[in-house]
Nanobody
Framework: QVQLVESGGGLVQPGGSLRLSCAAS????????MYWVRQAPNKELEFVSI???????TYVDSVKGRFSISRDNAKNTLFLQMNSLKLEDTALYYC????????????????RGQGTQVTVSS
């Protein structure tokens, strides 16, 4: 049974940092393209980042240079390091797998966790 459990969200001031974690079970992270996606209030689910099987990463333009996706295969855990956070980064963040782009950057995913809330506010 596929299970994804996110943690690490919170309230942070603009310019601050957070590190999100996603513990996976029921499958090996290393065998799947893994995503971070987010949903702000009244907005569609949005692509944030992907890490492919060979470790190649891609980011939505709005987070390039600020966010970094990584994984620890031994711990079967996915991470998202978020630096220089902005007000517009406020959203519920999910790790996900088996995703497809609807209309860039809107995305749909077959599996995602319960999410972790990131709130950027002064």
């Amino acid at each position: 049974q596929v299970q994804l459990v996110e943690s690490g969200g919170g309230l942070v001031q603009p310019g601050g940092s957070l590190r999100l974690s996603c513990a996976a079970s029921g499958f090996a992270l290393s065998s799947k393209w893994m995503y971070w996606v987010r949903q702000a209030p009244n907005k569609e689910l949005e692509f944030v980042s992907i890490i492919k099987l060979d470790g190649t990463t891609t980011y939505v333009d709005s987070v390039k240079g600020r966010f970094s996706i990584s994984r620890d295969n031994a711990k079967n855990t996915l991470f998202l390091q978020m630096n220089s956070l902005k007000l517009e980064d406020t959203a519920l963040y999910y790790c996900a797998r088996d995703c497809s782009i609807v209309t860039w950057p809107a995305i749909q995913c077959a599996y995602r966790g319960q999410g972790t809330q990131v709130t950027v506010s002064s």
